[in-house]
């Protein structure tokens, strides 16, 4: 499995945009890259994934340079709710047993009023 | 609701004490998987099983064990429970090869061993 390496922590502000980047030098090419957010008390809950260039949804974009050896997800104008930490993953696409997700330390966004 | 939902939610026992968490996921999904999360946050899978097949992480102690009445639940039974068993643990699940488009997880049950 690739690993894959984030920030520690971040802060933001409300109103401005967050940029995470997670650094996966060793992806293989079947491989996408999935970005979990995880609140206080809950589960992780999946937010994006892509394999290349940019994807977008009602939640954040996805960034991934040809090269594939990073990914930056971009959160638009974040609020106190989006307070949470946010794991990249890297891995097959396909769901099945034996392709279970590891999770890394993730990355603590705290967003400042 | 469709989810995948955890019992209990809270869970205080004494070491040496045997203790289940239950999971039961009402999504249809094949697979399910057992996370534990520890004090750092990091999570680490502990099992996967499907009706085809169990893949135990190889660095979970056999004290724990899923069991699996039917498809909709995968239990986890921990014997003579540690200090060290500490932690959150999340029950997950997917649709086996289907895109992954996501695994769902429940709320977690924090297990706290004195």
């Known amino acids: 499995l690739a690993k894959t390496t984030q920030p520690i922590s971040m802060d933001s502000y409300e109103g401005q945009e967050v940029n995470i980047t997670c650094s996966h030098n060793?992806?293989?090419?079947?491989?996408?890259i999935t970005w979990y957010q995880q609140f206080p008390s809950q589960g992780p809950r999946f937010i994006i994934q892509?394999?290349?260039t940019k994807v977008t949804n009602e939640v954040a974009s996805l960034f991934i340079p040809a090269d594939r050896k990073s990914s930056t997800l971009s959160l638009p104008r974040v609020s106190l709710s989006d307070t949470a930490v946010y794991y990249c993953?890297?891995?097959?696409?396909?769901?099945?047993?034996?392709?279970?997700?590891?999770f890394g330390g993730g990355t603590r966004l705290m967003v400042k009023p | 609701d469709t989810a995948v939902s955890q019992t209990p939610k809270y869970l205080v026992t004494q070491m040496g004490n045997d203790k289940s968490i239950k999971c039961e996921q009402n999504?249809?999904?094949?697979?399910m998987y057992w996370y534990k999360q520890d004090s750092k946050k990091f999570l680490k899978i502990m099992f996967s099983?499907?009706?085809?097949?169990?893949?135990i992480n190889e660095t979970v102690p056999n004290r724990f064990s899923p069991k699996s009445p039917d498809k909709a639940h995968l239990n986890l039974h921990i014997n003579s429970l540690e200090l060290g068993d500490s932690a959150v643990y999340f029950c997950?699940?997917?649709?086996?090869?289907?895109?992954?488009?996501?695994?769902?997880f429940g709320s977690g049950t924090r297990l706290t061993v004195v």
């Open positions: 997950a699940s997917s649709q086996e090869g289907a895109s992954g488009y996501g695994y769902t």
């Open positions: 060793n992806i293989a090419t079947n491989d996408y």
């Open positions: 892509g394999y290349k």
């Open positions: 993953l890297v891995g097959k696409r396909l769901n099945n047993a034996g392709n279970m997700l590891t």
């Open positions: 999504l249809g999904h094949d697979t």
């Open positions: 099983y499907n009706n085809k097949e169990l893949i």
